[in-house]
């Protein structure tokens, strides 16, 4: 069984400041790790994921993840925010054994403060 | 269509009625995905195929909730004698064969019963 814990169901960052979304997983077997964004009245679109080779992973609009085995984490990053980042973030592990299903943390709300 | 599409976007239905909610995947996406948020929560897994075969049902939470797909392409998810406790957004999301290939997400359906 797999599950998905985000500390934290709202951050309110400055424009220009750091962005640091937390994740954590646990899973029986090697996970594919994701984080996908969610904009008001939009679909799911996913920012990165990692499934083998390098643990940092680069995503889009500057964001990138570093898959920690030893933590079972997968913290997003972002060094300045933007006040389109300004949206609900998902941390999601599917275990590639299992029909690639994906667990869903509870999300992180994102304001941005200018 | 580029992305995947759902149909409706909004449904609102009286406790009791059937809805049918349809998920038009990206064209050549062999696996189709079906998940539910409800509010506040990330996506739970409710069912998947993989071309017209229902692979795994076993996030439909009761027999009310049934999906099919018939030809490969469309899917419905359809529930039966709808409660109050139905009501959430449905998402639908699509896949490319293979092992690392992320999957799609459709705007959602969200379905209020009253």
């Known amino acids: 069984a797999q599950s998905v814990t985000q500390l934290g169901s709202h951050v309110s960052v400055s424009e220009g400041a750091l962005v640091l979304l937390r994740c954590n997983y646990s899973?029986?077997?090697?996970?594919?790790l994701f984080w996908y964004v969610q904009y008001p009245n939009q679909g799911l679109q996913l920012l990165l994921k990692?499934?083998?080779?390098?643990?940092l992973v680069k995503g889009i609009n500057g964001f990138e993840a570093e898959f920690k085995k030893s933590e079972t984490s997968f913290h997003l990053t972002k060094p300045s925010a933007h006040m389109s980042d300004a949206a609900e973030y998902f941390c999601?592990?599917?275990?590639?054994?299992?029909?690639?299903?994906?667990?869903f943390g509870a999300g992180t709300t994102v304001t941005v403060r200018a | 269509g580029a992305g995947v599409s759902q149909s409706p976007r909004y449904k609102v239905t009286k406790r009791g009625q059937d809805v049918a909610l349809r998920c038009d995947p990206i064209?050549?996406?062999?696996?189709l995905y079906w998940y539910r948020q409800a509010l506040g929560q990330g996506p739970e897994f409710l069912t998947y195929?993989?071309?017209?075969?229902?692979?795994?049902k076993s996030g439909l939470p009761n027999d009310r909730f049934s999906a099919e797909r018939p030809e490969g392409s469309i899917s419905t998810l359809t529930i039966q004698r709808t409660e109050q406790r139905d009501s959430a957004m449905y998402r639908c999301?699509?896949?490319?064969?293979?092992?690392?290939?992320?999957?799609?997400f459709g705007p959602g359906t969200r379905l209020t019963v009253l």
């Open positions: 999601a592990v599917s275990d590639p054994s299992n029909d690639y299903k994906l667990s």
């Open positions: 990692y499934t083998t080779g390098a643990t």
């Open positions: 899973s029986s077997v090697p996970p594919y």
């Open positions: 064209s050549g996406h062999v696996s």
């Open positions: 195929f993989n071309y017209e075969a229902q692979q795994d």
């Open positions: 999301a699509s896949k490319l064969a293979g092992a690392y290939n992320e999957q799609f």
